[in-house]
């Protein structure tokens, strides 16, 4: 392997192996975080997991996930992610099993507001060069309004996107 993206790449392929292998039907995986930067050539950084959203899977799933190593299933309700955030996800097409989806570059901003930590900070220093800043705007909007989103987590998240929007003139 040549670089870091390939041997991220290359475990991911090896899911998909096994799904295959163990007769799975394929299935949907969202990443996001450092993992969804890597896979979708966003920025080039390293991430020691990978990052996704749950969205109902089941232990014979999770055989299959072990094939990453270390892995952070977040649920939607802690996660600022908006209602709408799969429509505008990008599939990997050179995954040809698993459906491989990486979130936008301002879905992913949005979701990094959660935490706002100095590697959240340096992230978005670099996708906000190439978003849409009326987009990631919308986002906000959307993710503010959702009613089931944890009171604790959307109170971090308001204050964490004011201090965003004065450091990176959103």
């Known amino acids: 392997m040549d670089t870091y993206k390939d041997s991220f790449k290359y475990r991911v392929k090896m899911m998909e192996k096994l799904a ?15 993992s969804a930067c890597i896979l979708g050539n966003y920025i080039e ?3 020691l997991d990978y990052d996704f959203i749950n969205i109902g899977y089941t232990p014979v799933h999770g055989r299959i996930f072990n094939v990453l190593g270390d892995i952070d299933i977040l649920e939607y309700e802690f996660c600022p992610l908006s209602p709408t955030f799969k429509e505008r996800a990008v599939k990997l097409e050179e995954f040809d099993y698993l459906n491989i989806y990486v979130l936008s570059r301002e879905d992913i901003i949005v979701s990094k507001l ?42 971090n998240f308001i204050k964490n996107c004011k201090e965003m929007r004065g450091t990176f003139h959103v």
């Open 20 to 34: 295959q292998i163990e007769e799975i039907e394929p299935f949907d995986i969202y990443f996001m975080g450092g």
């Open 45 to 47: 950084r390293r991430t």
């Open 114 to 155: 959660s935490r706002y930590a100095e590697k959240d900070k340096e992230d978005i220093k670099y996708l906000i060069r190439d978003c849409d800043k009326n987009l990631l705007l919308l986002i906000i909007r959307e993710v503010e309004e959702r009613k089931d989103f944890i009171e604790s987590a959307r109170n």
